[in-house]
């Protein structure tokens, strides 16, 4: 069975940036309301946690998060391990009207492969021609097709042998 992962461009807007949050960071309640377009943040370092409407999400390195307007999105961190975050605030072309995404929590065997995609996103919006942001976008698109392809095909797959793939994974690197 074929997965239907995310076949949308997307615009990013001017907020895309990686961060390190700061000892006393927190997201509060009072965020989410004000959250008009999509937002995804991916975790390359650090530890978290992250409340929604639907339970609590662990923010671990290799764990996304595409929220969405309209929801609950508290988080805070661990300050003795503080979280680094790429976010890309983005909308989408094309897209119906009550467009709900596939997926809200995303996670990748490959954290150091989004990572460098990451980057390179981000260094391609940091410059002034047109082509350069035309770049970030398509690679975004690929990159966020392809989270939730992986994302849907964990959740399908047998326990078993997909964890035994990622040790293997972790092993080998």
């Not at 339970?55 to 503080?82: F, Q, S």
């Not at 995404?101 to 990748?108: F, K, Y």
């Not at 849907?152 to 994974?169: K, M, N, V, W, Y």
Request: charged share 25%; proline share 8%; aromatic share 8%.
């Amino acid at each position: 069975m074929a997965v239907n992962a995310f076949n949308h461009p997307v615009i990013l807007s001017a907020h895309c940036n990686r961060v390190r949050c700061e000892p006393g960071w927190h997201l509060g309640p009072e965020w989410a309301p004000r959250l008009r377009d999509y937002d995804l943040w991916f975790v390359s370092a650090g530890r978290g946690r992250m409340i929604t409407d639907r339970g609590e999400i662990a923010l671990t390195p290799g764990t996304g998060v595409w929220m969405r307007p309209g929801r609950r999105y508290e988080a805070t961190h661990d300050p003795k391990r503080p979280l680094v975050v790429n976010f890309f605030h983005f909308t989408l072309r094309e897209a119906p009207r009550r467009f709900t995404p596939p997926v809200e929590v995303l996670r990748t065997a490959h954290p150091d492969f989004v990572e460098a995609t990451m980057r390179r996103i981000l260094t391609l919006r940091a410059k002034s021609d047109l082509a350069a942001h035309a770049s970030a976008e398509a690679l975004f698109t690929a990159l966020l097709g392809e989270l939730v392809r992986e994302t849907s095909a964990q959740a399908t797959a047998p326990a078993g042998p997909a964890l035994d793939q990622h040790h293997r994974e972790i092993m080998q690197r």
